[in-house]
């Protein structure tokens, strides 16, 4: 069965710091990715995806993630924190093809210090 | 863009009464939309993935009769929860997807407080 790992349940970190959010899935096929962002008190928001092409993806406020298919991995990273990125972050994985349900990683929550 | 919208945004009922819940996707056209349980500090639990004119499919342990999904339209779909129960208190979360994007994105999800 399909399974998502995500390493840090916690992470702390001060403004300006780099930020490195790691991500693994199983699953032998052809897949899709996502990170998705939950702030306090807010929805889900789609922060970055890959379906192909360049697995180097960039996303909205500076994310951007990384897909290395020999390791089953997708982690998301920022070279510099802000305080306003305090957060749930959860990282998704779906087979590809059209409208197939999400795999979920267990979510990382994150705080920045001023 | 890809906007999803929720009503209501919060409900109390009390037990052995139904609940519905809507979500809506206002700028897209949602063939597939997909309901979500999410507990506190918890990820999310898919419930059931529903696609327009069709009968939605149920994960497993989720009581189809309990949680009754419709999805009459491309832009509309609905969560009955029936006979509610404290145990159904819960923040409930839905998700719609199309083409071409085929990428969910979220309601902002409704809370349900049984008493």
């Known amino acids: 069965a399909q399974s998502v790992s995500q390493h840090n349940h916690h992470v702390i970190l001060s403004e300006a710091a780099s930020l490195e959010l790691g991500c693994n899935y199983s699953y032998g096929g052809t897949v899709n990715l996502f990170w998705y962002v939950q702030y306090p008190g807010q929805h889900l928001q789609l922060l970055l995806k890959?379906?192909?092409?360049d697995p180097l993806v960039k996303g909205i406020k500076g994310f951007e993630a990384e897909f290395i298919k020999s390791k089953f991995s997708f982690n998301l990273r920022k070279p510099s924190v802000q305080w306003s990125d305090t957060a749930e972050y959860f990282c998704?994985?779906?087979?590809?093809?059209?409208?197939?349900?999400?795999?979920w990683g267990l979510g990382t929550s994150l705080a920045v210090n001023p | 863009g890809a906007v999803v919208s929720q009503h209501p945004s919060w409900v109390i009922c009390k037990s052995g009464t139904s609940v519905k819940i809507e979500c809506r996707s206002l700028?897209?056209?949602?063939?597939?939309m997909f309901w979500y349980r999410q507990f506190p500090k918890q990820s999310l639990m898919l419930m059931a993935t529903?696609?327009?004119?069709?009968?939605?499919?149920?994960e497993q342990g989720v009581e189809k009769d309990k949680f009754l999904i419709n999805h009459a339209s491309l832009t509309l779909s609905t969560l009955t929860v029936t006979s509610a129960h404290p145990e159904d208190s819960s923040f409930y979360i839905c998700?719609?997807?199309?083409?071409?994007?085929?990428?969910?994105?979220f309601g902002p999800g409704t809370r349900l407080t049984v008493l």
């Open positions: 700028d897209f056209q949602a063939t597939t």
């Open positions: 998704a994985v779906k087979r590809a093809g059209n409208n197939r349900k999400l795999i």
């Open positions: 529903s696609n327009e004119g069709s009968k939605a499919t149920y």
């Open positions: 890959y379906f192909s092409g």
């Open positions: 998700s719609a997807s199309g083409l071409p994007t085929d990428t969910q994105y």
